[in-house]
């Protein structure tokens, strides 16, 4: 099992930045990959990106490419979502998850943290 804690979610007005962590513990040698999901009222939940945990290659939305960047601490076993730019459109509960190694799904999910953007 792998648990993960999310912080720093809140709001902000547009234009302004806010920076996500997810925090893993447990069986954290299982990791494969770590992603950030989000989900606005009323739609389906949505990939933002990943980070493969060795190598730390990204793979981005085209919604947040260019304005979000997804970076990892390896020695505090942390994942970290820098977005910047933010616009109203970006308002959603934000997950963290892991894809375990020799996994296709992501299998583990943080509990979700609040971002809100106003105009």
């Known amino acids: 099992q792998v648990q993960l804690v999310e912080s720093g979610g809140g709001s902000v007005q547009a234009g302004g930045s806010l920076r996500l962590s997810c925090a893993a513990s447990?069986?954290?040698?299982?990791?494969?990959?770590m992603g950030w999901f989000r989900q606005a009222p009323g739609k389906e939940r949505e990939f933002v990106g990943h980070i493969r945990w060795s190598g730390g290659s990204t793979h981005y939305a085209d919604s947040v490419k260019g304005r979000f960047t997804i970076s990892r601490d390896i020695t505090k076993n942390t994942v970290f979502l820098q977005m910047n730019s933010l616009k109203p459109e970006d308002t959603a509960v934000y997950y963290c998850?892991?894809?375990?190694?020799?996994?296709?799904?992501?299998?583990?999910w943080g509990q979700g943290t609040q971002v809100t953007v106003s105009s």
């Open positions: 447990g069986r954290t040698y299982l990791m494969y990959a």
């Open positions: 998850a892991v894809q375990s190694l020799g996994v296709t799904n992501w299998n583990f």
